[in-house]
């Protein structure tokens, strides 16, 4: 959860610096992406869009694996 946190902070922070907009109403996903699509035909807004979800994606991760995952809750399989 805490990794999810810190992505979704740093997925913010992206998307305020590069004023990164939604133009169409839609939950943002990798299927919905056209949703960042310019109406006046640039591109650097979708580009932005795709690096936001990459870096989100990478720092997810990362965070995970620093921080750690104890899967010792979920208790032993049945052999």
Known sequence: ??????AC???AIFCAIFSVRV?????????TMPIFLNPDGTMS????????????IVVSFVSTW?????DSIYGEEAA
């Open 45 to 56: 807004n979708f580009y932005f869009a795709i690096a936001a979800a990459a870096i989100t």
């Open 66 to 70: 620093v921080l750690g995952f104890d």
């Open 23 to 31: 133009y169409s109403f839609g939950a943002p996903s990798f299927f």
């Open 9 to 11: 902070i740093v997925n």
């Open 1 to 6: 959860m805490v990794a999810t946190w810190i």
